[in-house]
């Protein structure tokens, strides 16, 4: 089994390091973490065990390979570009998006009919240019056939997946299950990384509030996206929120906060940027999304610019 990670950042690679034990990896990520990594190892270290791996990884794909599954995990603003550049790699391959937000699985459904929808919930913080600490992990990782169903390709992914190590889920409802998601980071990734605090400092009364009606817009165009989500309401799944997923990962230290502070582009285009365009769509007014999408724009531009320590 040949196994491809694609814009292999701290979840990528984490990913990798872990297949690495059970097939054939190769992991395509930036120059200063390939060198390293090929130099020294990968160290991965926290709750997915301390251990240092060693695979192959590089800038690029090796010209002429051919691989079982792609996972591409980029940021998702990545994704059209690493589709066009590996479409010849990509073509006719089980291609899987692990990444945060909405509309990555159709955007690679243009280079493939072969996508698996992939959701995970758990925190990855860099420690180094070769080297991730797994902080969180608020549940399974989830794999399925999109947009719906499972079929012999993702049940063997599945396998291969929880062979490594990884505690992952097959689903049948995928789409569901990146919506869920998507409400989980509208409500905390973003936030977190406006007041630059981990999640679980966000159960003050005044940050949720802000939660809170960030969730009902976001229920709301679920809603009119015809998706079925595991709980009845918004307040059902804030109760959720509060209760298990936010516990679980309140040590968790936003992925936008980690960008920004590193001057580089967040994904809220594809979380709750998602939510204001779905919104218009369907003439829900989404005045919470809007504004968080606009504070993030804004400390992305002071991050660029170096003004923020």
Not at 157 to 184: F, H, M, N, P, Q
Request: hydrophobic share 40%; aromatic share 8%; glycine share 10%.
């Amino acid at each position: 089994m040949k196994v491809l990670v694609l814009g292999a950042g701290a979840v990528g690679l984490c990913v990798a390091a872990k297949l690495s034990r059970v097939c054939e990896v190769h992991a395509v990520s930036r120059k200063k973490s390939a060198d390293a990594i090929t130099s020294g190892g990968f160290a991965l270290t926290g709750i997915w065990g301390e251990e240092t791996y060693r695979f192959s990884v590089s800038e690029n794909v090796p010209k002429g390979d051919r691989y079982n599954y792609i996972f591409i995990t980029s940021k998702s603003q990545d994704t059209e570009t690493i589709c066009r550049q590996y479409a010849h790699v990509i073509q006719n391959t089980e291609t899987v998006s692990l990444q945060n937000g909405i509309g990555n699985e159709e955007i690679i459904s243009r280079y493939t009919n072969r996508v698996i929808g992939g959701m995970i919930i758990t925190g990855f913080e860099w420690r180094g240019d070769a080297g991730v600490y797994v902080s969180v992990e608020a549940g399974p990782m989830k794999l399925g056939r999109f947009p719906s169903g499972m079929d012999a390709g993702a049940e063997r992914l599945v396998e291969l997946v929880r062979t490594a190590g990884i505690w992952v889920e097959g689903s049948l409802a995928i789409t569901s299950d990146l919506w869920s998601k998507t409400l989980y980071n509208c409500a905390l990734n973003p936030l977190g990384a406006v007041m630059g605090v981990p999640y679980g400092k966000l159960t003050h009364p005044a940050s949720w509030r802000i939660i809170e009606q960030i969730v009902k817009e976001g229920f709301g165009v679920v809603t009119a996206e015809g998706v079925t989500l595991p709980w009845k309401n918004a307040d059902e799944y804030l109760a959720y929120l509060k209760t298990v997923q936010l516990p679980a990962t309140a040590l968790h230290h936003s992925s936008m906060l980690q960008d920004i502070v590193k001057g580089r582009m967040t994904e809220i285009s594809f979380i709750n940027g998602a939510v204001v365009e779905k919104g218009r769509t369907h003439g829900i007014p989404t005045p919470f999304n809007s504004c968080i999408v606009d504070l993030i724009r804004f400390r992305e531009s002071l991050g660029r610019k170096g003004d923020i320590t």
